[in-house]
């Protein structure tokens, strides 16, 4: 049996490094993107865009949705044309970002009138992420 204050020390230092094991701040995290549509009326067609979210709404456990009330923007150039989160037809209920375990599964983005369709990932529509520097500037300590 250990003494109390043995015990306490454990329970406490196991304490500290599970705090310590997460980001002391949030990161905003952003993902430029481009989409090549290779079937359908579109085939040929190039779209891109951006998005970011803020990392500390991320648990990375099970399937995630990150929407714009969690900070999520996103910026999409579609026909020549700019779009942000704000032109999404649901919004603000969407756009929503899909995450499972922590890893980027789709972006649910609408802008059409008509019916809500996933397009990202689907056969046809060929995504590429490419994820920005998401270094936080360090604070001025001076």
């Known amino acids: 049996m250990m003494p109390n204050n043995i015990a306490a020390i454990a329970t406490l230092t196991s304490t500290l490094f599970v705090i310590q094991a997460r980001p002391i701040q949030a990161v905003p995290v952003t993902y430029d993107f481009t989409v090549e549509v290779t079937q359908g009326s579109?085939?040929?067609?190039?779209?891109?865009?951006?998005?970011?979210?803020?990392?500390?709404?991320?648990?990375?456990?099970?399937t995630e949705e990150i929407g714009v009330a969690d900070g999520l923007t996103v910026?999409?150039?579609f026909f020549g044309q700019d779009y942000t989160e704000k032109a999404d037809t649901d919004y603000p209920k969407y756009p929503q970002l899909i995450l499972?375990?922590?890893?980027i599964q789709r972006l649910d983005f609408w802008i059409e009138?008509?019916?809500?369709?996933?397009?990202?990932?689907?056969?046809g529509w060929k995504v590429e992420l490419f994820p920005r520097d998401n270094v936080p500037a360090l604070p001025d300590c001076r």
Do not use: C, H, I
């Open 42 to 62: 579109l085939a040929g067609k190039r779209f891109t865009g951006s998005f970011r979210y803020d990392n500390k709404k991320v648990r990375e456990v099970g």
């Open 75 to 77: 910026n999409m150039t």
């Open 100 to 103: 499972e375990d922590g890893l």
């Open 113 to 123: 009138p008509g019916e809500r369709v996933v397009w990202w990932g689907q056969p």
